[in-house]
């Protein structure tokens, strides 16, 4: 007996061994999450010094009656001098910048001329789209770029939450807002500057970014770790580092080159984690991608928009709104069908910080139609082509739609969607495609065969915003495995736990399988016919 | 019968924990594969590669052991027997036929374990070994030393896991195969087995070779420090002319 309890203690021994590693494993968790974060380039809430900033209200250049919105910029800029020179080089500004596509050379691309998948493109409807500039008065290709009274200094930095826009005013506030109050209650950007706009891109809350919305006001800390009133509280400029009004950051939708970004190491540095093998993966994964497992998280966004259905009236001829289940615009006369989703499992792609954009004189090579791309593969390192940075695997919100396009001449129709009266050949007014192509594509000069059919696009949009706690964030399971992983899609690399070779594993299967066999065979065979030449036994002879 | 010290404290200390790494590296090993979830993929990694760590730590020491003892030519590969060898476990063991190699000092292992130990030792293992270290150091292709993908390592690394389980396998069968069910066993839990009359008068005659040896350079008598010579004190000159 004694002997078959050594034999089973030397097999089981090795269990018990590494049943005392994986606890150990376990405690060195809880002892890693009591770590300070750290941090580089900001300096905690808690432990700034509180600075008196300058009282607007005490200069008598404010206090005065203010005719208009441009007399306010007039006051603004005789004490900041030449701001308005920093604020004309901006994309904010310009809604274009010069940017390098591969293969189409410098090109300048913004909101200005881009078309995406949402609202199309804001030419020949300038005057509702404005309402998102950072000027007076764009209402058509005739606004004075260079006029710097038509710079809207407010939207930015109103401290009262009071300065509104007018709908379809081309940019300038509401005839209620008390400009003089505003004015004398200026200061640094804060989320509501930021977030009337970018959380309210296409027309409604969330719809664009999927990881930009108004729950960030005020958000626990399940939605974003770094916003969170319960918490941090960060503005957006903490991350978005402003000097002389050059924002930090750019989305993909609308830029191209890897420059002027934010990024998670420029506060958690390259190795956040305390852990090689985690702090490894940083050279191919974006933070985002683990800790952003989810977006939409606090408010749903739009996944899909069908254009193609737009125009229908009800009985009395006007347009209608059909809300889905949850509240959301399933369908309205002016856009089409919507579907809307909430805690959403992005997409994953290869990103190396460069992307490529379909322009609306570019001709239709595939479909769906690439709105924009995102470059990158396990095999491009950075430093061997365009991008000076590895490839990195990147989440990504893919938003698909299907819009107006010209199937003679090949190339995506910019329409005409907005203008304030009727008979202007705007869609959202008269709902008629066909004249709402004439227009949009005259206004662009550009050609427009007169036939126009819907296609199938797609537009990326890398995730960044509302990382979650990091008890949330994926763990090495949610890839690592055989089945439904996250990068069950990327197959452009070998990924330990989710590859296998399949032939090797059927050798090595059988291998095992069959020295089992033998073995029990062998052994079968050996007590039976240790019995039956039991005399045989040389040692008892 | 007698019995004889076959193998020496090192060998033993060196046998049990090596099983106990490659237990632990299989176990975690086939969970990073995807093949079960058992401890966690987290900690199964972990876990591999600090155990890689102390294999490859133990198995510098052995290799320095095996050379300075000269206890590497135990693995020389011969045809000697072997044929006898194959031939004993296909059938001469289901007559209770006995072992055509006898165990020696100077030859521990039959043929067949001089060739499978051998080729874990010189194939297999320094396979794993390299393979899980380039896993290891460049698992994601960065600048300078670099691999275009992981694929051909990790296959050849899954392929050696199998073939070392498959060896567990048979091993853990055969230990059973000797003189007892468990002599083999016990063998190599205290280093002594017993062995026949026949093969225990070739052991003396080793010992009593080597012990020639070592009467005849004297002058070297204190850098042979032979483990044997310390166990087998009755081998001396006047024996031996008895």
Redesign the interface.
Same mark, same amino acid.
Request: proline share 4%.
């Given at each position: 007996m004694k002997?078959?309890a050594?034999?089973s203690l030397?097999l089981f021994?090795?269990?018990f061994?590494?049943?005392l590693?994986?606890g150990q494993?376990?405690e060195d968790e809880e002892v890693a999450e009591e770590k300070e974060l750290k941090l580089v380039n900001y300096v905690l809430k808690a432990k700034r010094v509180n600075m008196e900033v300058v009282d607007h209200n005490k200069f008598e250049i404010l206090q005065q009656k203010f005719k208009n919105a441009h007399t306010v910029t007039e006051a603004c800029l005789s004490c900041h001098t030449e701001r308005h020179t920093e604020i004309m080089e901006t994309s904010h500004w310009k809604w274009e910048r010069d940017e390098v596509l591969e293969g189409k050379g410098v090109v300048s691309l913004g909101k200005k001329n881009i078309l995406n998948n949402f609202c199309i493109g804001v030419s020949g409807s300038e005057g509702t789209c404005t309402r998102c500039h950072i000027g007076y008065g764009w209402k058509d290709k005739s606004f004075d770029f260079t006029e710097k009274t038509n710079i809207d200094c407010l939207i930015c930095h109103d401290n009262t939450g009071t300065y509104k826009k007018e709908k379809g005013s081309a940019g300038y506030p509401k005839a209620s807002v008390n400009l003089n109050y505003v004015a004398s209650n200026v200061g640094s950007p804060e989320r509501e500057n930021c977030g009337v706009c970018h959380f309210w891109g296409g027309g409604g809350n969330n719809v664009k970014h999927g990881d930009l919305d108004q729950a960030m006001l005020d958000c626990s800390r399940e939605v974003d770790v770094h916003m969170t009133t319960d918490g941090e509280n960060m503005s957006c400029i903490e991350c978005h580092v402003t000097e002389n009004h050059n924002i930090t950051g750019k989305v993909f939708a609308l830029s191209s080159e890897n420059k002027n970004r934010v990024s998670c190491e420029q506060c958690h540095t390259e190795k956040p984690h305390g852990d090689n093998?985690l702090d490894?993966?940083l050279?191919?994964i974006a933070c985002q991608t683990c800790h952003i497992p989810y977006y939409a998280r606090a408010n749903p966004t739009k996944m899909i928009w069908d254009w193609s259905t737009a125009g229908r009236l009800d009985e009395e001829g006007h347009p209608m709104h059909q809300p889905d289940a949850d509240g959301n615009h399933k369908y309205m006369s002016i856009k089409g069908h919507f579907i809307w989703d909430d805690n959403v499992t992005p997409e994953y792609f290869w990103f190396n910080g460069i992307a490529n954009h379909q322009l609306i004189e570019d001709k239709i090579e595939s479909v769906p139609v690439q709105m924009n791309s995102l470059d990158g593969s396990?095999?491009d390192?950075g430093?061997c082509k365009k991008s000076i940075n590895?490839s990195k695997i990147w989440p990504v919100k893919v938003h698909r739609g299907r819009q107006i396009y010209d199937p003679v001449n090949n190339t995506l129709i910019q329409p005409k969607l907005w203008d304030k009266e009727k008979g202007e050949g705007a869609y959202w007014v008269d709902f008629d495609w066909g004249i709402a192509a004439q227009k949009g594509m005259d206004y662009l000069d550009l050609p427009y065969s007169g036939e126009y059919d819907f296609v199938e696009t797609e537009m990326y949009w890398p995730l960044n915003h509302q990382v979650a706690p990091k008890e949330q964030s994926l763990?090495?399971?949610d890839c690592?495995?055989?089945k439904g992983g996250r990068l069950a899609s990327l197959g452009d690399?070998?990924l330990?736990?989710?590859?296998?070779?399949a032939g090797?594993?059927i050798?090595?299967?059988l291998?095992?399988i #069959?020295?089992?066999i033998?073995?029990l065979i062998?052994?079968v065979?050996?007590t039976i #016919?240790?019995k039956k030449?039991?005399n045989?036994?040389?040692?008892n002879n | 019968m007698k019995k004889a010290y076959l193998y020496k404290a090192y060998e033993r200390f060196w046998h049990?924990s090596q099983?106990?790494l490659v237990?632990?590296l299989l176990?975690?090993g086939f969970e990073?594969? #995807?093949s079960y979830?058992l401890?966690?993929?987290?900690?199964a990694?972990?876990?591999h590669?600090?155990t890689a760590w102390i294999f490859l730590v133990l198995t510098i020491f052995t290799i320095f052991w095996h050379i300075t003892s000269g206890e590497w030519r135990q693995y020389l590969p011969t045809t000697v027997n072997l044929k006898a060898q194959i031939q004993f476990?296909v059938s001469g063991?289901?007559?209770?036929?006995?072992h055509p190699a006898g165990k020696t000092l100077l030859s521990k292992l039959n043929p067949l374990q001089r060739i499978v130990y051998g080729g874990l030792t010189v194939l297999v293992f320094p396979v794993m070994f390299l393979t899980g270290f380039m896993?290891y150091f460049f698992?994601?292709?960065?600048?300078g030393v670099?691999l275009?993908?992981?694929?051909v390592i990790?296959?050849l690394h899954?392929?050696g896991?199998?073939?070392i389980?498959?060896f567990v396998?048979?091993h853990l069968?055969l230990m059973?195969?000797g003189?007892t069910i468990?002599s083999n066993?016990?063998a190599m839990?205290t280093g002594w087995e017993e062995i026949d009359e026949e093969d225990s008068m070739i052991i003396e005659s080793e010992m009593a070779e080597s012990a020639r040896a070592l009467i005849k350079s004297s002058n070297g008598k204190d850098r042979l420090k032979q483990p044997w010579k310390r166990k087998q004190k009755t081998v001396t000159e006047e024996t031996l002319q008895d």
């Open positions: 002997k078959y050594i034999l030397a021994m090795p269990l061994i590494i049943a590693m994986g494993g376990t093998i490894d993966h050279c191919r396990y095999k390192k430093f590895p763990k090495c399971i690592h495995t055989r690399f070998y330990p736990g989710r590859d296998h070779k090797i594993e050798v090595g299967i291998l095992i #069959s020295s089992l033998g073995v062998h052994a065979y050996r #016919s240790g030449y039991e045989n036994n040389y040692l | 049990w099983s106990t237990f632990i176990i975690t990073i594969h #995807s979830i401890i966690g993929y987290e900690s990694v972990a876990i590669n600090i476990y063991i289901f007559k209770n036929a006995p896993y698992h994601f292709p960065m600048q670099e275009a993908s992981l694929e990790a296959v899954t392929l896991a199998f073939c389980v498959a396998i048979v069968y059973t195969t003189r468990t066993f016990q839990v």
